[in-house]
């Protein structure tokens, strides 16, 4: 099993679940930051950093979700640089936390 970034995270990019991270599975992209699923350990210590519980465990998904954000957070940490260390959130992070529907300003 393995932990997935979700739409919680598109124009908010917190990163207090990067530091936590004892493999260095985040990835980051322009919005959004990804988990790649091949290095990700699943010991969950991601979780509860998250602010706006944007992480959650594959199986926590319903199957349509999950198979949409595995197949992103495969696809965009594939191609975006490794993060390892906590940076700022987007500037205005708060006017989006809690919008539905921000899959289609996800930028890869």
């Given at each position: ?20 991270c004892?493999?260095?599975c ?26 706006v ?51 289609g300003?996800?930028?890869?």
């Amino acid at each position: 099993m393995t932990h997935l970034v979700t739409e919680n995270c598109i124009n908010c990019k917190h990163s207090d679940c990067v530091e936590v991270c004892p493999v260095d599975c985040f990835y980051e992209g322009e919005n959004f930051l990804s988990i790649n699923p091949d290095e990700c350990i699943d010991c969950g210590v991601c979780i509860p950093e998250c602010p706006v519980d944007a992480i959650v465990g594959e199986y926590d998904l319903a199957e349509d979700q999950r198979i949409i954000w595995l197949e992103i957070n495969r696809r965009t940490s594939g191609v975006w640089p490794v993060i390892t260390r906590k940076i700022d959130p987007m500037p205005d992070h708060e006017s989006w936390h809690g919008k539905p529907d921000k899959i289609g300003l996800l930028k890869e």
